[in-house]
């Protein structure tokens, strides 16, 4: 089956640690995102890609860092200049042949650092 | 780009009955999408329904179903029949900008 697949679901860090969340989709999408989420707040932005070895930063792009070498992959590395890493990280996909823009999700990764 | 609004924080319905959740949206573009995504605890995001803006006809997906004001730049979303199961976070992301607002929780009683 195809989609979109983010491990590990739960990840803990020391702080001053850099981490790396994984995001792998097998739809052949040609976009893919990453989105943060604080407990009762919506996605915010942080960066996409809607070609291999090209992106671009969202709203809140300091402390992260990404990388697409491949069109199925899309790491996302929180840096240790991230200030409040805990979150849940939620990774999209879009079809830019589809003219709607529908996004596909992964299930998330819920990253505590401590 | 285009902006949204999602006015309700929290909205609340009994199992079996009517509610509806507004979400209104400015844009200069003239064809464009609309979305309306639930996150239930699972926290996965999921689909719920599409409308395409120079479609007249209301979409519809089984119990859930738009009302798409164009003029009014209003996209509410009704759900039908209350499940417990359809108690989730509901988010009417921007088309243009990929951004999510707080959304709306749903609150679903027996």
């Known amino acids: 089956d195809g989609g979109i697949t983010q491990s590990p679901k739960y990840l803990f860090r020391k702080e001053g640690q850099n981490v790396t969340l994984s995001c792998e989709q097998n739809?052949?999408?040609?976009?893919m995102y990453w989105y943060r989420q604080d407990p009762g707040q919506g996605l915010r932005l942080i960066y996409y890609s809607q070609i291999v070895n090209d992106f671009q930063k969202g709203d809140i792009a300091e402390g992260y860092s990404v990388s697409r070498e491949k069109k199925e992959s899309f790491p996302l590395t929180v840096t240790s200049a991230q200030k409040n890493p805990t979150a849940f990280y939620l990774c999209?996909?879009?079809?830019?042949?589809?003219?709607?823009?529908?996004?596909?999700f992964g299930p998330g990764t819920r990253l505590t650092v401590t | 780009a285009q902006t949204v609004t999602q006015s309700q924080p929290e909205m609340s319905v009994q199992e079996a009955e009517t509610v509806t959740l507004s979400c209104t949206y400015d844009t200069s573009e003239s064809d464009y999408y609309l979305f309306w995504y639930k996150q239930p605890p699972s926290r996965q995001m999921i689909l719920v329904i599409r409308q395409e803006a120079y479609k007249q006809q209301n979409a519809t997906e089984n119990r859930f179903s738009v009302n798409f004001q164009k003029a009014a730049k209003s996209f509410s979303l009704k759900i039908s029949d209350s499940q417990l199961g359809d108690a989730a976070m509901y988010f009417c992301?921007?088309?243009?900008?990929?951004?999510f607002g707080k959304g709306t929780m749903l609150l679903v009683s027996p």
């Open positions: 739809l052949n999408h040609d976009a």
């Open positions: 992301p921007s088309y243009s900008t990929l951004t």
């Open positions: 999209a996909s879009i079809p830019l042949r589809d003219t709607a823009y529908e996004q596909y």
